[in-house]
């Protein structure tokens, strides 16, 4: 069975969302990160890096959450969270996966260290104001490609949803998504009514 080492609020939430959606059996281990879970001996054998999530299948194990959700996406091609390969919308998938990784992660996270996670002491305004412009000229790329779409390849849903809408799901959590993006907070208002999302953010 699958086992997906997880703690909320964390990146974990992107593949324990998308194991909802295949609806494939799995066993979660949730993992506290305040009490410093990450840090025991028997987990940084699973993931060096001390961090969530980590997937474990068998003799595989991965822990970087893009690479476990585009595994479960191969795992399991008849749930179709993908488009055929070789076709342009599979590129474009690719892309929006990576997007939500290098386009929106980075300064979300940056805005979030410098704002709430560090100590007042050690933030930097600076960094908070650059990582502001560069997050909102990520966030109207999105708003562009999701004007008219119901989701960010078109109609079918997939896992670049969950990669762009669990990046994005958190974004506005931190209060980071303004009123002048109508079109990401409706594509967010379509993806938090799916059975599978509303089940992955249960707890």
Not at 16 to 21: D, K, S
Not at 72 to 90: I, N, Q, S
Not at 156 to 174: K, R
Request: aromatic residues 8%; hydrophobic residues 45%.
């Amino acid at each position: 069975m699958l086992k997906l080492y997880y703690s909320a609020q964390s990146r974990a939430a992107r593949p324990r969302w998308l194991l909802e959606e295949i609806g494939a059996p799995y066993e979660l281990v949730r993992l506290s990160l305040p009490a410093g879970d990450q840090r025991k001996p028997a987990y940084l054998a699973l993931n060096p890096n001390g961090t969530v999530p980590t997937l474990v299948d068998g003799d595989l194990t991965l822990y970087e959450s893009a690479a476990i959700c585009q595994y479960l996406t191969d795992k399991f091609p008849d749930k179709h969270l993908a488009p055929p390969a070789g076709t342009p919308a599979r590129g474009l998938y690719y892309q929006w996966i990576h997007y939500a990784m290098s386009g929106l992660e980075p300064p979300a996270v940056a805005i979030f260290l410098n704002t709430i996670m560090k100590p007042e002491a050690e933030r930097n305004p600076a960094i908070v104001a650059e990582a502001k412009l560069t997050l909102g000229k990520a966030l109207r790329v999105v708003e562009q490609a999701v004007t008219g779409r119901t989701f960010i390849l078109g109609t079918e849903f997939s896992t670049a949803d969950v990669m762009i809408g669990s990046t994005l799901a958190w974004a506005q959590m931190m209060g980071m998504i303004g009123s002048d993006l109508p079109a990401v907070a409706a594509y967010l208002g379509r993806l938090a009514t799916r059975p599978a999302f509303q089940r992955a953010s249960a707890d």
